[in-house]
């Protein structure tokens, strides 16, 4: 019998708790449709390899992909072969009819090369088993850019109209469609495109679930130096406004996803290429790898509801265990359920707290503050506290009372101030468990 030695620094507990958080996002992306954009300077990178890998997997796990590749540093080595000069004016190619038969030559090798990856299927590569089938082919319309601002752009072009019925046709055949930043215009002439702009046409015309560009130099990050893993479209508009030194293809990025957000595009991910295994995190982890804009909900505070419990069982049991919470078991936190907010993380829940008010004293107890360890010394305690004091203020309530083992400096530090057990409403009084000896605290709203 052959027996599999295990690798001792392998870690198995890591891997296990990744997949088994990976399994919902595996659930939720079969069947969708995602257009991922990405450069030339991707295929000519050491980790070309692992991306076409990665895209294969993708579509091994029934994401419907439609991939849109530039082809900018292999046009400008294949003009500089030939000693051609080039210019671009507003990140634009200015595109001459001598230039054009090199620029299909250097497309041409760069979509043969990728189809050639994606063909691989030698029996120790990634691909081994799967060689998904890539269709191609003139299903971008195209128009000249004409003359704008007194510059005649030649044969650079712009989408006219994207083939969404032809594509979707490639899709459901199971296939990955490829599109190469070359249109076609009625008349049969060939036009240079922006890569970046048929990815979001392409998105727009499918309705595409997700738009991916994969960045050459993303620089997304907020005063503390942290990187920026979510935005909202005006988020987004007040980046671009606020931060004009943002590099070039940054700021062009975040406007291409404002518009394919206004689009109908739901969500838009900007990952930057270099990092190994970009598209993986991003996808199949909580917290991805990159910066995403969608004007979708992707974290909020809301009502908790019976279906629920089960989630907030399992966010508050370990806090109860260490004897940080009192213990409420499935029965109560059922009946109670009214009183709880959580907040929500792409469907799960990392958050909760509670309000249970005492009208007659204008009082309310804030009670079963949480936060899944994961986020903790995020703000998001902080962002449920004033949730609960929107409520609390709603309901007519003037203050808030808790008590605590254990966050008593946290309490202090929002402008909860130190009380006695006699400054509690008199139902909670009786029943204030003197053995726990918990501290109380009351903030004037």
């Known amino acids: 019998m052959d027996i599999r030695p295990i690798n001792p620094a392998m870690n198995f507990e890591h891997f296990v708790q990744w997949f088994r958080q990976a399994g919902p996002y595996i659930n939720v992306h079969r069947g969708r449709t995602f257009v991922v954009q990405f450069g030339g300077a991707a295929v000519e990178a050491d980790t070309f390899s692992s991306l076409m890998d990665d895209l294969a997997l993708l579509h091994s796990l029934g994401i419907r992909l439609v991939l849109a590749h530039g082809a900018r540093p292999q046009i400008e080595q294949r003009l500089r072969e030939v000693g051609r000069e080039w210019r671009y004016v507003n990140g634009l190619r200015v595109t001459e009819a001598e230039d054009l038969c090199y620029i299909k030559q250097a497309v041409g090798r760069v979509r043969i090369r990728i189809e050639a990856r994606l063909s691989m299927g030698l029996a120790n590569s990634p691909l081994h088993g799967t060689r998904p089938r890539v269709v191609s082919g003139n299903l971008v319309t195209a128009r000249p850019l004409g003359v704008c601002d007194g510059v005649d752009y030649g044969f650079t072009g712009e989408v006219r109209r994207i083939d969404d019925r032809a594509i979707r046709l490639g899709l459901e055949q199971e296939a990955i469609v490829l599109l190469s930043p070359l249109g076609y215009s009625p008349t049969g002439e060939i036009f240079n495109l922006s890569a970046e702009e048929m990815a979001a046409g392409a998105a727009h015309a499918l309705r595409a679930d997700k738009l991916v560009i994969l960045s050459e130099n993303l620089e997304l990050r907020d005063p503390s130096g942290h990187p920026i893993r979510e935005l909202s479209p005006s988020d987004a508009e007040r980046l671009l406004a606020e931060h004009p030194t943002l590099n070039e293809e940054t700021a062009r990025h975040l406007r291409l996803a404002l518009r394919a957000c206004q689009a109908s595009v739901r969500r838009v991910h900007l990952l930057d290429r270099r990092l190994d295994g970009a598209l993986l995190l991003e996808l199949f982890t909580r917290d991805g790898a990159g910066t995403l804009i969608t004007a979708d909900i992707y974290e909020g505070l809301r009502p908790a509801t019976i279906d629920d419990v089960g989630g907030l069982l399992e966010l508050i049991q370990p806090l109860e265990n260490d004897g940080t919470l009192v213990r409420r078991s499935r029965e109560r936190l059922e009946m109670e359920i009214g009183r709880f ?34 986020y903790r010394n995020s703000g998001r305690a902080t962002m449920l506290l004033r949730g609960i004091e929107r409520q609390a203020r709603a309901q007519g309530l003037a203050r808030l009372f808790v008590l605590t083992t254990r966050a008593a400096h946290w309490f202090r530090e929002r402008s909860f101030e130190p009380a006695e057990v006699a400054d509690l409403p008199m139902g909670k009084q009786a029943m204030y468990n003197w053995q726990r000896r918990s501290k109380v605290f009351i903030k004037t709203l």
Do not use: K
């Open 341 to 374: 907010s959580v907040l929500e993380r792409d469907g799960a829940i990392i958050g909760c707290a509670a309000l249970y008010p005492f009208p007659e004293e204008r009082l309310g107890e804030l009670a079963c503050v949480a936060v899944h360890l994961d």
